[in-house]
């Protein structure tokens, strides 16, 4: 199993503004997964985030909003740019050990913009 | 790309009594399904999974079921409990990532 910290748990910006959120885990993963949990809403795959390789969006996500960094195999930030009240949903990593196997989440960051 | 399709969207039962939810997938590819229980304001928890090479498994009240010619599954929780109650997604895995299901509110009445 992994053990994921996620933070900020929670945070209310300003609209026009960026934020960071910060996804550590306790063991080194091949391979980070964001994603967007708009309420009331199913997962979506934001990226995949590969240590030394750029991140891979899915489509309806572009780099320029969704900037994310990995420097190692333990950590992962996803910045939400230029954020808008639709930017407002909780955000979620994950990681899963291999391919075919469980998927665990961070505790998720609950984005409000106003 | 993989699509997974899951319903009811919301589901009432009463205590005791056995839920069902069932999924499809359109990815011939995809070979592991997990199932995630979401307690409100909380993280997505595994709660059971089945792989392409197995049609049934059980753990104690919960199990899942797979057919893979018609690409689709289903969870069975059987005599539900009030902490049953909560949001549950199914998801397909075509390779290194999760497609989710839509989700489905579970409430389980005293």
């Known amino acids: 199993s992994a053990v994921i910290s996620q933070k900020p748990s929670r945070d209310i910006c300003q609209r026009g503004t960026s934020l960071t959120i910060q996804c550590q885990v306790d063991?080194?993963?091949?391979?980070m997964f964001w994603y967007r949990q708009q309420p009331g809403q199913s997962l979506t795959l934001i990226a995949t985030?590969?240590?030394?390789?750029?991140?891979?969006?899915e489509s309806g996500f572009v780099i320029d909003k969704f900037p994310i960094s990995r420097p190692n195999l333990t950590f992962s930030t996803l910045t939400v740019s230029n954020m808008s009240p639709e930017d407002s949903s909780i955000y979620l990593c994950?990681?899963?050990?291999?391919?075919?196997?469980?998927?665990?989440f961070g505790q998720g960051t609950r984005l409000t913009v106003v | 790309g993989e699509n997974v399709e899951q319903h009811p969207s919301t589901l009432s039962v009463q205590e005791g009594d056995s839920a069902v939810i069932k999924c499809t997938y359109s990815?011939?590819?995809?070979?592991?399904f997990p199932w995630y229980k979401q307690e409100l304001g909380k993280r997505p928890q595994l709660i059971i999974d089945?792989?392409?090479?197995?049609g049934e498994k059980k753990d104690q009240r919960i199990a899942v079921t797979l057919n893979k010619t018609a690409k689709h599954f289903s969870l069975h929780i059987t005599e539900t409990q009030p902490e049953d109650s909560a949001v549950y997604f199914c998801?397909?895995?075509?390779?290194?990532?999760?497609?989710f299901g839509p989700g489905t509110r579970l409430s389980v009445l005293p």
């Open positions: 994950s990681v899963g050990p291999a391919m075919s196997t469980e998927a665990f």
């Open positions: 990815d011939s590819a995809s070979n592991y």
């Open positions: 998801a397909a895995s075509p390779g290194q990532n999760f497609v």
């Open positions: 985030a590969n240590q030394g390789s750029e991140a891979t969006y």
């Open positions: 089945i792989r392409s090479n197995v």
């Open positions: 063991s080194q993963v091949t391979m």
